[in-house]
């Protein structure tokens, strides 16, 4: 598999809760990212599994006891997915390319934690427009 991040790069959003999950959507979309919004973990693995395009996902928190380990495969393959955790809790991070956001947030603080993924996933700079 190639490990570079993609000329365009997409982000899934995993999010159960439809009006915060159409949120994220658009501000990422207004921000120039590519997102692919589903309902459940689920989704979100085979979406990352079956797109190498997708280089990070936004997962709620609550979704599994720890859900950024549901993505410790691609992690593994792709070195530079990463994984965003939405939500409180004191759900840990399972290692280096996972962060986390509390809820509630404001769009801003989105666009910065989306960036510092982008920061930490291309060290070369690419990615977020």
């Known amino acids: ?3 570079t991040v993609p000329a ?3 982000i899934v ?3 159960s809760d439809l009006p915060v999950r159409h949120l994220m959507t658009t501000v990422l979309t ?3 990212v590519r997102v692919v919004p589903v309902p459940h973990l689920d989704a979100a693995v085979a979406a990352c599994e079956n797109d190498p395009a997708v280089w990070a996902a936004i997962v709620d928190a609550s979704m599994a006891p720890r859900p950024a380990e549901a993505f410790e495969h691609l ?3 792709r070195p530079h997915f990463a994984v965003l955790l939405v939500g409180s809790g004191d759900t840990p991070a399972a290692g280096d ?3 986390r956001l509390g809820k509630p947030f404001t769009t801003t603080e989105l666009l910065r934690a989306v960036h510092a993924l982008v920061v930490v996933s291309d060290p070369g700079g690419g990615g977020m427009g």
């Open 97 to 99: 390319r996972v962060a």
């Open 1 to 3: 598999m190639d490990s």
């Open 30 to 32: 207004r921000a120039g």
């Open 75 to 77: 992690r593994t393959a």
């Open 8 to 10: 365009v790069p997409r």
């Open 13 to 15: 959003v995993a999010e």
